[in-house]
Each structure stands twice: as C-alpha cells, then as structure tokens.
C-alpha cells in the first residue's frame, strides 16, 4: 500500500482546508489520520473504514473535521473548518490492512504516508 497525502498549508484561525491522502496497493481495513506537533507524540485525529464508512473522531475535530472517502478514487479526504492554533501539525495517513490494535492507535495502521504540513497563525 502506498499513500500520498496532500492539502497541507498555512491558514489563518477560523479557516478552511481540504487534506487528501490517495492509496494506492493491496486493499485495506482503514485510513486514519494522525498528526505530531514538533516535540509531540503522534495522536490520532479520525478514521473511517473502508467497506462501512463508519467515521471515528477525536474530540477535540468533532464538530469540525469531517472524513470521508471517495471509493472510485481510492482517496480519503479530512476536511478542516474552524481550524484553531494548535491545530497545527504534521499531518499523517495511515492504511490498516490487519491487526488487532484499536483505529485510534498508532500502532493500527501498518503503512503510512510522508504527511503534509498545517499550520493555522495570523
């Protein structure tokens, strides 16, 4: 499985931005996206599963973030509106393609993208 993400950028408090992450490969359970501020550890941000669509979100995004999936388009995009300051990150997609370690961990996922940068300041 390979994953580009994409989308990343600078925007100001109470802005918009679309991230994209394309797969392509073998088929897969889930993609998730994480994300690590510098010196942070990686967190889990959403989820949905490929075959349901059922959607899982931290607390933090709900209201805010939205998941989806393009199934045509082998593509998962997370939607960010009211993005605040410390929504700023690197962020990640990752495939799960097996494994019993929970969606919102890490360790779920067994490949991942590079991750594209946002940044949310006046």
């Known amino acids: 499985v390979q994953l580009q993400a994409s989308g990343g950028g600078l925007v100001q408090p109470g802005g918009s931005l679309r991230l994209s992450c394309a797969a392509s490969g073998s088929s897969f359970n889930a993609i998730g996206w994480f994300r690590q501020a510098p010196g942070k550890e990686r967190k889990f941000v959403a989820r949905?599963?490929?075959?349901?669509?059922?959607?899982s979100y931290e607390d933090s995004v709900k209201g805010r973030f939205t998941i989806s999936r393009d199934n045509a388009k082998n593509t998962v995009y997370l939607q960010m509106n009211n993005l605040k300051p410390e929504d700023t990150a690197h962020y990640f997609c990752?495939?799960?393609?097996?494994?019993?370690?929970?969606?919102?961990?890490?360790?779920?996922?067994?490949?991942w993208g590079q991750g594209t940068q946002v940044t949310v300041s006046s």
């Open positions: 949905i599963m490929w075959g349901s669509g059922s959607t």
């Open positions: 990752a495939a799960k393609t097996g494994g019993h370690y929970s969606t919102v961990l890490p360790r779920g996922y067994q490949y």
